[in-house]
């Protein structure tokens, strides 16, 4: 009979039954975090729960920056629509309004993103993965029946920001205040495009900081409850970058434009409260809610220790969430039905303030109407049939939560001083580092796919025949449609006065020139005398520079 060993505790006993049946393989999440096989109380010290965990609301909001949070106010459901015309944005803007969504958020097509009209582009890209909009005639269309004072708008709209100048006297035309406006300029945040979204990159480095400074000013003084800036960490993750990378990265970024603004005059309880952020949500469901639960903390305590902010607005790190499209894949897309209703509930538990779910064919393109349908619906169900909302931050407290939540913090900490370092993040930026960074990081993981050490369901295993994994046609904007929005922005065009556009656009390069004036308010008056969004981004792209990212090998 052989002696089975003693054990002086219910632990010892666990590690030796473990150590017997276990494969001995290391687990690390994404963000290189070595994880434990179990977690304990011994894990996290419960004497620093005022200090690290707390009560939603208050300080250090790792649980949430609204005291009722979900059990108060719902978070917005803004699913990014484009596609087509402004016609054909409209529609589908309604028919998801009526099918859950509670705020407009509009993406353009690839030829507005890149400063463009579309007659300066192949035809054959026009709306195909956006809504094409180059004049306020445009964008009345698109906005057709919204009401601008009620609705919450998300302006997918990078440097020098035509598309909001468009709401802007679109609203102005309605007779619509601009201190009614709310919503956010989604795509503000030049760093970002630099890193990580050379499309977007219409102006050199120093030009887009110059127009997201007097964008930011403007607005902070006519349009008050707008959000001029959201700090874009969804890029970087989808560029390669780990979650901590990211939130490391963005709050770096974060941190160098509340500098900015300082040294531009504005006291930082008088605009850091509508700065709001932008994330990616990854399948990694823990790492994500830790990632979030840390972002909260570092956030209020580097705004409060570095700049002296002391109003509780202004420390709120508000967020919007965009289930992640690095995840979806092409292979089996109907799998992406559960990645996106995952990445989903990571956000919620997380806490987010609004978020967009992916619809299951956006590996292949924009997406259908019926897909769209199908991620708001998935919103719905996991808003009122889970029960994920019944209680706040409900894994608050759990050990490898709290655990995880501290680790994350350092490791993003960990960029941050690394970043500061190195003069700040528009240094950083323009050296490379965070380039080569985020290159290296999605290597290692692009890596780990390829050797099967990191699955994908459907793509490294459990593949099906190819001829059983046929991917359905990509939908393409009606010609005729297309061909009628040509015809518009030709009469546009033609019917305008030419001296005024040409005092409109030379009063442009004038305040382009001159440090004191402000940039954005001349495209607005550029636009009010019939400028395009196409002729904007020209004229300022001659006066300020051409966007030309930086390439790290």
């Known amino acids: 009979m052989i002696d089975e060993p003693k054990c002086a505790t219910k632990q010892e006993a666990w590690e030796l039954e473990f150590a017997a049946s276990a494969s001995g393989k290391k687990r690390v999440n994404r963000s290189g975090i070595e994880l434990k096989p179990i977690y304990t109380p011994d894990d996290w010290d419960a004497s620093r729960f005022d200090a690290n965990v707390g009560y939603p609301g208050q300080e250090p909001y790792a649980r949430g920056i609204y005291p009722a949070m979900y059990l108060g106010q719902d978070w917005s459901r803004r699913m990014l629509i484009g596609f087509g015309t402004p016609e054909d944005f409209n529609r589908r803007q309604r028919e998801m309004l009526a099918s859950g969504t509670t705020a407009v958020n509009f993406i353009p097509c690839n030829s507005v993103f890149r400063g463009y009209d579309?007659?300066?582009?192949?035809?054959?890209?026009?709306?195909?993965?956006?809504?094409?909009?180059?004049?306020?005639?445009?964008?009345r269309i698109a906005l057709d029946g919204i009401d601008l004072g009620n609705a919450s708008i998300g302006m997918n709209d990078p440097s020098p920001f035509t598309l909001f100048a468009f709401v802007l006297l679109l609203a102005e035309e309605r007779g619509t205040p601009w201190a009614a406006l709310r919503g956010t300029s989604n795509q503000s945040d030049y760093i970002s495009h630099f890193v990580a979204n050379h499309m977007?990159?219409?102006?050199?480095?120093?030009?887009?900081r110059r127009v997201l400074r007097d964008h930011i000013l403007f607005v902070n003084r006519h349009a008050p409850r707008w959000n001029p800036l959201s700090i874009v960490g969804q890029h970087m993750q989808q560029a390669g970058a780990t979650p901590a990378q990211a939130l490391g990265f963005t709050l770096s970024s974060a941190l160098y434009y509340v500098d900015q603004c300082c040294q531009a005059g504005l006291p930082i309880d008088d605009f850091v409260y509508r700065f709001t952020f932008f994330f990616d949500v990854s399948i990694s469901l823990f790492e994500e809610v830790a990632k979030f639960r840390a972002g909260r903390r570092l956030w209020s305590r580097l705004l409060?220790?570095?700049?002296g902010a002391r109003n509780p607005r202004s420390l709120?790190?508000?967020?919007?969430?965009?289930?992640?499209?690095?995840?979806?894949?092409?292979?089996?897309?109907?799998?992406?039905?559960?990645?996106?209703?995952?990445?989903?509930?990571?956000?919620?538990?997380?806490?987010?303030?609004?978020?967009?779910t992916d619809a299951y064919d956006e590996a292949l393109a924009t997406p259908s109407e019926e897909t769209a349908?199908?991620?708001?619906?998935?919103?719905?169900?996991?808003?009122?049939?889970?029960?994920?909302?019944?209680?706040?931050?409900?894994?608050?407290?759990?050990?490898?939560i709290e655990s995880l939540t501290d680790e994350m913090e350092d490791k993003a900490l960990e960029v941050i001083h690394r970043v500061d370092a190195l003069g700040g993040m528009f240094e950083a930026v323009r050296s490379g580092y965070v380039q080569r960074v985020i290159g290296e990081s999605a290597r290692q993981f692009?890596?780990?796919?390829?050797?099967?050490?990191?699955?994908?369901v459907g793509v490294n295993k459990y593949r099906l025949p190819d001829h059983l994994d046929r991917a359905k046609p990509i939908?393409?904007?009606?010609p005729e449609a297309v061909?009628?929005?040509?015809?518009?922005l030709r009469r546009y065009k033609s019917n305008r006065s030419q001296s005024a556009l040409e005092r409109g656009l030379d009063d442009l390069s004038r305040t382009a020139e001159d440090p004191a004036a402000n940039v954005y308010s001349a495209v607005i008056d550029a636009i009010r005398r019939g400028a395009t969004h196409g002729e904007v981004v020209g004229r300022l792209r001659r006066d300020l520079g051409f966007g030309q990212p930086l390439h790290v090998p």
């Open 304 to 307: 409060k220790e570095r700049f």
């Open 373 to 400: 349908r199908i991620a708001i619906m998935t919103q719905n169900i996991l808003a009122e049939e889970t029960g994920l909302t019944d209680v706040i931050d409900p894994l608050g407290g759990a050990w490898y």
């Open 475 to 478: 939908p393409r904007p009606d």
């Open 446 to 456: 692009q890596a780990r796919v390829e050797s099967g050490e990191q699955t994908v």
């Open 483 to 488: 061909n009628r929005q040509y015809d518009r």
């Open 200 to 208: 977007f990159y219409r102006l050199s480095l120093d030009g887009a």
């Open 316 to 356: 709120r790190f508000k967020f919007h969430a965009q289930t992640s499209g690095v995840d979806l894949t092409r292979q089996q897309p109907l799998n992406n039905i559960a990645r996106v209703a995952l990445q989903g509930m990571a956000a919620i538990l997380g806490g987010m303030q609004s978020l967009h």
């Open 118 to 139: 579309i007659d300066e582009v192949d035809p054959l890209l026009v709306g195909t993965c956006g809504t094409a909009v180059n004049t306020l005639d445009d964008m």
